[in-house]
């Protein structure tokens, strides 16, 4: 019954305290100032700290306020870390995109499709040069044939030109001896008729 009384003197005595204790703790204070600030205004009884049962409950009300509040702040920021993470996952996509963008753009500038066949360029290039290589090593051939046969055609040709003036000199010197002996043989006649008529 003593402590009672004492604590019912202490809180008619302490009303003027209430109000300024509730303002300092409603204050823009952390919840360990408001508890130092409530240890500091609770009245002290033979080693001990009387609170009043108002000031806890509204020490109590503003620790869930500041609670509600640190929630609400926490809820706002998971949506906000959902949005980017939302946002960087987009943008990771479209990073892929653009990668498989420059992939097929690399692609086609070193390759190509030739008759329907997709090849590198330099694949191209270097069949092309031994096609092209071949081609001239196959006209150097032909040509080489080509100047050969000429060649040896005109041999052939100063051959036959030889063989047929060498056969006309022979012909003409043939018709030249056979005229000299037809002569011959005709004057011999003649000789022969002359002495027989005589």
Avoid: C
Avoid at 74 to 96: F, R, Y
Avoid at 177 to 198: C, G, V, Y
């Amino acid at each position: 019954m003593k402590k009672v009384l004492i604590i019912s003197f202490l809180t008619v005595l302490s009303w003027p305290l209430l109000a300024q204790s509730r303002a300092a703790l409603e204050g823009n204070h952390n919840l360990q100032d408001r508890y130092l600030i409530m240890k500091d205004k609770a009245e002290t009884f033979n080693d001990y700290k009387v609170i009043k049962i108002s000031i806890l409950d509204g020490v109590w009300k503003i620790t869930m306020d500041s609670l509600q509040r640190e929630k609400a702040a926490l809820n706002t920021s998971n949506t906000t870390i959902a949005q980017m993470k939302s946002e960087v996952a987009k943008a990771e996509e479209k990073v892929k995109q653009a990668d498989a963008s420059l992939l097929d753009s690399a692609y086609e500038r070193t390759h190509l499709n030739f008759l329907g066949i997709s090849m590198a360029k330099s694949f191209f290039v270097t069949m092309m040069l031994i096609l092209v290589a071949g081609l001239l090593i196959g006209l150097l051939t032909v040509l080489g044939s080509l100047k050969v046969l000429r060649k040896t055609a005109k041999e052939k040709d100063l051959t036959i030109f030889s063989l047929t003036s060498e056969f006309d000199e022979f012909r003409k010197k043939a018709l030249q001896k056979e005229m000299k002996i037809s002569r011959e043989l005709q004057d011999e006649r003649n000789k022969l008729a002359a002495m027989s008529k005589a």
